[in-house]
């Protein structure tokens, strides 16, 4: 069976300030994996994914992940957060059997 | 860009009523999904359509849930007798032949069930 594991419901930093969000997963093969971005009320939008190859990705916002298969982990980051960043971010593995399964989600909070 | 289109945007039924929420996936896509997140909730899997039938459902999806591709281009999903729980966000997607990649998700139909 897949998984996703988000430890930080909330998270809250300062605009300018880095970011990391973290993201475990459990899945017998080697997974897809991705993260999306939801704003109040929004769908769910695609800031990046890892398939395969290199274990560093960049996405779109300044955003980046990188994929350690020993930790089965693959934490978000990005350098300087912006207040426009504030958002539920979810992880999600899959699709396996065509269906994706999703974490929680981490609410981003961005103090001026 | 192509995208994944979803009517109604918002939908207000009253609880017992059937109601179809309405796709229109990516054009060369071949598989296509549901998901619905509750308020305040994570997304969840609902079920998955490829060749005119369902290959994977999740136990959410009973027998008040069915989906169907009535032509080249829609894909809707209808719930017959709709239950207070039934309240959430719908969102479609689809992904490309070979089905193994990331899935388009499109805007959502927010159902409310009163």
């Known amino acids: 069976a897949q998984s996703v594991t988000q430890p930080d419901i909330h998270i809250t930093v300062s605009e300018g300030a880095s970011l990391e969000l973290r993201c475990n997963y459990s899945y017998g093969a080697t997974p897809y994996l991705f993260w999306y971005v939801q704003s109040p009320g929004q769908g769910l939008q695609l800031l990046l994914k890892y398939f395969s190859g290199d274990t560093l990705v960049q996405g779109i916002k300044g955003f980046e992940a990188e994929f350690k298969r020993s930790q089965s982990s693959f934490n978000l980051r990005k350098p300087s957060v912006h207040w426009s960043d504030a958002a539920e971010y979810f992880c999600a593995v899959g699709p396996l059997a065509g269906k994706s399964t999703f974490g929680d989600g981490t609410t981003l909070t961005v103090k001026p | 860009e192509p995208e994944v289109t979803q009517t109604p945007s918002h939908q207000v039924t009253q609880m017992g009523q059937e109601v179809i929420l309405r796709c229109v996936p990516i054009?060369?896509?071949?598989?296509f999904y549901w998901y619905r997140q509750i308020l305040g909730q994570k997304v969840e899997f609902l079920v998955s359509?490829?060749?005119?039938?369902?290959?994977?459902k999740s136990e959410i999806f009973d027998d008040q849930f069915s989906v169907e591709r009535p032509d080249g281009s829609n894909f809707t999903l209808k719930i017959r007798s709709t239950k207070l729980e039934d309240s959430a966000m719908y969102f479609c997607?689809?992904?490309?032949?070979?089905?193994?990649?990331?899935?388009?998700f499109g805007p959502g139909t927010r159902l409310t069930v009163t």
């Open positions: 054009s060369n896509h071949l598989y």
């Open positions: 359509f490829y060749n005119n039938e369902i290959s994977e």
């Open positions: 997607a689809s992904s490309e032949p070979g089905g193994a990649y990331e899935q388009y």
